[in-house]
């Protein structure tokens, strides 16, 4: 996960949209969304802030970019797997996707789960309950029995919990991604059998 982090940013450095948004960022999670000014985020670029609200008047609107430009691959994940038939295979490629994205906007979801308060407060929470409702419509099937419907949203969690959790577990960062997606796949796959689906069959994609 740090790699591909990692890689974003030198991606983001050059655009001052993102550089704002990076910093920004950094400063909510550095001392809450609340307790951070415009004047604060233009000083840690060194630009006036003049030029900061070129690109964003208020916090909120460089959180609420922030979301969208980061959310997008999830945003196209669910376009992409709403036309798609609930096979083992695309199952599983939709939880290798979404791990993925996970990774790419990690920094934002971090900052997400440690202030909810806030994120409730502001329009990208509904936002946000909406696309993981749409996600779930992709990803769990309706007609399957209750136990694997459960294990396919645990699969879900399970992603959510490799940002948070896991970071505390001692061992190499892309290592505890790959055992977190491992565990993701074993959960949807004993959901599709369980489902009297193809079972390994359709496995690769």
Known sequence: MDVTMDGTKQQRRGNTRQRIQDVALELFAEQGYEKTSLREIAERLD????????HFKTKEEILVSLF???TRPIQDLIEWGEGQ???LAVKLEIVRRYSRALGEAGPLFRFMQENQ???RELRIGDTFKDRMRDLRGIFVDPDAPLTDQVRCISAMFTLHAGMFVMQDLEGDPEKKREAVLEVALD???QAHQGSGGSGGSGGSV
């Open 47 to 54: 630009v006036t802030k003049a030029a900061l609200y070129y």
């Open 68 to 70: 969208e430009d980061l």
């Open 85 to 87: 038939p609930h096979t």
């Open 117 to 119: 308060a806030t994120v």
């Open 187 to 189: 959960l949807v796959t």
